[in-house]
């Protein structure tokens, strides 16, 4: 094993998304075996600039579902590839979500926008402590998004979301971060994608690296890695997709992965 890929929320992070001391420290140590690190998240580039400082990440990073890919130099952001929805699927599928009632952000490299705050955009940005742009015309004006997050305020709302993905227009696909999360790209951007091309980029095959997550859009990276592991928070469809499954978020669940993989002898693999 020549690296590891983790998701973040509901991974790397616990349930206060607070990155634990265990987890950091089980970063290092794999970073000291030789080991290439990746983050891969359905979150903003800008939200996780300060996670990629905090534990010294210097190789790609995965943003928006695998919608970008870049690298943090000096705390500024390095786009490597992105692949933005085209102003047509992504103004349908804008248009969609409202009719079915859905609270959505609009997000680019640059930022996120909304039309109006609701408790939905107020948690989503006291998640990632990020604040959106309002915007009452959106999307009039706005540039083409990297994704388009849908959010369901309560869990009743959450069969909203199911209807939206199954009548999203052509060019669009959405996956679940979250029950009550539902993250629209491009057609076939998915973390799989975007992990693959970063191996290219490092020089590794798939096959040498292993991946950790929880949710949905997680189970084509667990599928793609040599070995996946669904973190014991994980829902039954990813443990069911995964090769392992280690502890849950709030008892450090990704440290004790990654000490596992390393007293496997991962970094020999």
């Not at 420290?25 to 979150?43: C, D, I, K, P």
């Not at 130099?73 to 590839?81: D, I, P, V, W």
Request: charged fraction near 20%.
């Amino acid at each position: 094993m020549r690296g590891i890929v983790l998701d973040v929320d509901g991974t790397l992070l616990d349930p206060a998304q607070r990155l634990a001391p265990a987890t950091a420290a089980a970063v290092q140590r794999a970073r000291r075996a030789g080991l290439h690190v990746l983050l891969a998240s359905g979150r903003s580039a800008r939200s996780m600039i300060g996670l990629v400082e905090e534990l010294e990440l210097d190789g790609p990073a995965i943003a928006f579902n695998g919608a970008l890919t870049f690298r943090v130099e000096r705390g500024a952001l390095h786009a490597l590839a992105e692949t933005p929805m085209s102003p047509e699927a992504a103004t349908a599928a804008f248009t969609l979500a409202r009719e079915h009632g859905i609270e959505v952000g609009w997000f680019t490299r640059d930022g996120w926008r909304v039309t109006a705050h609701g408790p939905g955009v107020d948690e989503e940005a006291a998640l990632t402590d990020e604040a959106p742009r309002v915007e009452p015309g959106l999307p009039d004006g706005a540039p083409p998004p990297l994704k388009l997050m849908c959010i369901a305020a309560a869990l009743d709302a959450a069969p909203a979301l199911h209807a939206l993905r199954d009548a999203l227009p052509e060019g669009v696909s959405g996956q679940f971060s979250h029950p009550r999360y539902l993250e629209l790209t491009a057609a076939g951007v998915d973390k799989a994608r975007a992990v693959e091309a970063a191996c290219a980029a490092l020089g590794l095959s798939p096959g040498q690296l292993a991946a950790i997550g929880d949710a949905e859009n997680d189970i084509a990276m667990l599928r793609l890695a040599g070995i996946g592991i669904a973190m014991g928070n994980a829902t039954r469809a990813v443990i069911a997709a995964a090769d392992r499954v280690t502890g849950t978020n709030a008892h450090d669940g990704a440290a004790q992965a990654i000490d596992a993989l390393l007293a496997g002898g991962a970094a020999g693999g």
